[in-house]
């Protein structure tokens, strides 16, 4: 694949995009979007021998949920899309919920063993977390760009939440009165119960609801995220790399180890883009990994343009917008 890539994306001028897009230019190189990380591990000790909660259920370690995770989306999106974690946060506590209840130990395993139903209200308190850490104020400076959560099953996290001047949906409602940041940033929340495919599946969601932003003001033919998203059974003949949750020939969520052939333009988008050349191939789940969580969104990541120029406003690599939502136009 073609991938043009220009100079690193400068930090400093990351603003909510409010004005009318640059003119379309074939040459517009495609930035490389570095993205400094706040990252913040819950993991309360549960135990007298100092157990924390990760180690006595032998969940992951955030350490190689980060490291993996950040490796995947770097492969996926051509080196485009650089994570750096510039400070971690090891917390032995369980975070406070919107009407200050906390977890013990004791009484979040009664919720693990189905003793007792789990809190609510469930969510996390999230105004809490932004005010102990100073995180508007640190967005703010450009001392980080983005906030990774990690926690447990019931924590109260969202998959991702958007903070920031005329921030919008980002699989969930974003987060009001925050404008103080000055520049709109995402708060992933991740379980370290899980593994790297659920991870990828959160930030999927993320790019889903961004560049359903991205797109918003245009239609037809010109809106290419619908085109993208395209999948055998709601537009048949015209599947593309689908979406999340549904690849080309899935029939149902999840269905990404579906056996059927189906035919689909998804080479076009991987070799041709912006160009497409009509490249219609049947296709079937050993391309996106025969059912595998992990290898399907790898798969569709790395679909995703990423290569140089802008047409209709839009720039024609797609990952300035998933890791830098101040790229988007409102």
């Known amino acids: 694949m073609s991938n043009i890539l220009g100079p690193v994306s400068n930090f400093f001028s990351r603003k909510p995009r409010t004005r009318k897009a640059p003119p379309d230019n074939e040459a517009e190189p495609a930035e490389i979007i570095q993205s400094k990380v706040l990252a913040i591990v819950y993991d309360p ?20 949920l ?64 932004l005010s102990k850490y100073n995180i508007l104020g640190r967005v703010a400076k450009n001392e980080i760009d983005e906030v990774w959560i990690f926690a447990f099953p019931h924590a109260g996290l969202y998959e991702s939440r958007m903070c920031g001047p005329s921030a919008f949906w980002c699989n969930s409602p974003p987060i009001k009165n925050t404008d103080s940041s000055k520049r709109r940033f995402v708060i992933m929340g991740f379980s370290y119960e899980r593994y790297i495919g659920e991870m990828l599946e959160s930030y999927g969601h993320r790019a889903e609801s961004i560049m359903e932003k991205t797109f918003s003001h245009l239609t037809g033919e010109a809106n290419l995220w619908k085109r993208f998203t395209c999948y055998e059974n709601t537009m048949p003949g015209k599947a593309a790399c689908g979406n999340v949750h549904f690849a080309p020939n899935s029939l149902k969520d999840y269905d990404w180890n579906n056996p059927t052939p189906v035919k689909s333009e998804c080479y076009d988008w991987e070799i041709n883009f912006p160009n497409f050349k009509g490249d219609i191939r049947t296709v079937d789940p050993s391309e996106w990994g025969n059912g595998d969580i992990r290898k399907h969104h790898i798969w569709w990541f790395s679909h995703f343009p990423k290569v140089a120029g802008r047409k209709n406003g839009i720039h024609n690599n797609w990952w300035q917008y998933v890791v830098d939502p101040n790229h988007v136009i409102t």
């Not at 000790?45 to 190689?64: C, D, K, Y």
């Not at 369980?94 to 009407?99: E, G, R, T």
């Not at 004791?106 to 996390?124: K, N």
């Open 66 to 129: 980060i490291t993996v995770f950040m490796s995947d989306l770097l492969q996926a999106s051509g080196g485009t899309a650089r994570y750096q974690i510039v400070e971690r946060v090891d917390l032995d506590e369980f975070p406070a919920k919107i009407d200050g209840f906390r977890y013990t130990p004791q009484s979040y395993l009664d919720v693990l063993r189905g003793i007792a139903s789990p809190h609510v209200p469930q969510e996390v308190d999230y105004k809490a977390i």
């Open 45 to 64: 000790v549960m135990e007298a021998s100092g157990n924390t909660l990760s180690q006595q259920q032998n969940w992951h370690r955030a350490s190689n």
